[in-house]
Every structure is written in C-alpha cells, then in structure tokens.
DNA sequence: CTTAGTGTACGATGTGCATAGTACACCATT
DNA sequence: AATGGTGTACTATGCACATCGTACACTAAG
C-alpha cells in the first residue's frame, strides 16, 4: 500500500473502508480491525488509524464501542445512500472534466466503453 | 475561489491552469499572470503562485523568463500530450469507481447520459 | 539613468499531518 | 481478581503547507 503525498493518509485509509463498506465486502454490523491492527496492516501510526475510524463515525458509517472495537453500521440505508453518493461523485466528476477538455459525449463514452474492454 | 482543505492549494490552482492550457483558454505562448497577480486573483499567498509556476515549469507546460514572467509553452505536442493525459485519467478513475461499485457498464453509461443533459 | 514590473530568495510564524511513545479506561474471557 | 484486547487521551517531534514581510536581480519602457 503506497500513499498520494499530496492527500493525507487518514483520508486515503477511510476512502478505501468508505469504498469496502459501500460495496457490501464490509457488511453492515462486521467488526472492523482494531486501531492497531489497522495501524499495522495499513503501515501507518496508530494515532492515524484512530482518526481514520472516528472520521467514518462522523459520517455515519460506523459505530465505536469503547474496549470493544469499531463495527460498520446496521443501518443500510445509510450504506445505499453513501453508495448513490460515490456513483453520483464519480459520475459528476467524469462529465465535468470531458467537458472542460471539450470532448464530445460520443468520443467519451466510446473511451470508457474501450477502457471497460481491457 | 474556494479551495479543497484537503489539498495542496499550490495544487489546486496548478490543476486549473492546467486545464486551461489543455483545452486552449491559454494558448501556447500567451502570458500567463504574474505571480503577484496571480495570488491576487486566486486569494492566495505570493509565495504560493510561485510555486505554482515552479511545478507548472517543472512539467514542461509553462516557461519562465525571470524579469519578463511566465509563459505557456509553444510546445504544442506536450499540450497535446497533456490533454490526452488528462482524459485517459478521467476515464480510468471513473471506470475504476464504477467497477468497484458493482455498477454495470449500461448503467454507468445511463448515469453519464443524464448528467450530460442536464 | 530611472522607474516600474517581473521572478527569485530569504527568514519567521502558525497550522495541520504523521509519527513515536506513554498512560489510562473499558469490556470480555479466564 | 487477573489478563488481554480494545478505544481514548496526552505530550513531543519533524515536516510540509501557507502566510507575511523583506530584499535582491533582471528586463523593458520612459
């Protein structure tokens, strides 16, 4: 696991649980690895783990349970909901820079469709 | 102008300059704004803009001549590599979103549909 | 030559990120 | 009660970002 210099780690880290937990590989009320473990797995300080884990409770995606661990939330209309959010993100994002380098829709799609193939 | 706290405003601003000179707003040879002006317009630290011409430099999209300011390549092939560079990137990370959603190619290509018309 | 505009180069400060290390509080198991 | 695993809290350090301020070097135009 190699980190982008430019975005902090704690981000990174909770981007990939976001992304674990919206596709069901986390399923709701699974425990997730302690701090330290987390810490270790990731190559990162335990201190960084813990802010991973209390940004995600912030938003929602799970619960801590002081001397027991983190859990990814039970409530899975909250999951469908953050999984509606990254799609619209990513979907956004991809027409917003194929419009600004002015590529036709036609040209794009047949980009991705391309890309798909590979 | 607003910028992400979770990203280097250097950064930042570097992209949108990029982008400008990728799609032609700023054709090749044309002045860029001096690093005064620069932060003046961005909201942002003079030191800063210099920065961000330094990288901009570094990537070969923009020349500086000390004295006369910084300029827009006339390297039109490295332009063009760029923009290529650009599009292949906005493809590859939304695919990449998309895959790791369980989002199926015919709804992915639905979802760009609709945000185009819009 | 003088001036204004430009890039460049410092030092100093405040903030956040990431690390290391330590200690404490809570819970389940034995 | 004792132990091990857990989250939590705190101090300290090093680094990068971003800011402010100042000074200097170069160029073009007056």
Do not use: H
């Not at 990162?44 to 939330?73: D, M, S």
């Not at 990254?86 to 047949?110: D, Y």
Request: with cysteine; aromatic share 4%.
């Amino acid at each position: 696991m190699q980190y982008d210099a430019n975005i902090p780690i704690w981000l990174q880290v909770m981007t990939m649980l976001q992304t674990d937990i919206a596709t069901g590989q986390r399923p709701p009320g699974e425990k997730l690895p302690s701090g330290r473990d987390l810490a270790l797995s990731c190559s990162i300080n335990p201190n960084t783990a813990a802010r991973v884990y209390q940004e995600l409770e912030k938003t929602g995606l799970c619960v801590t349970r002081r001397g027991l661990g983190t859990f990814v939330t039970e409530d899975t209309a909250r999951i469908a909901r953050l999984r509606e959010e990254l799609a619209r993100q990513a979907v956004a994002q991809f027409v917003k820079t194929v419009k600004e380098l002015g590529i036709s829709p036609q040209e794009a799609l047949r980009m991705v469709t391309e890309e798909e193939n590979e």
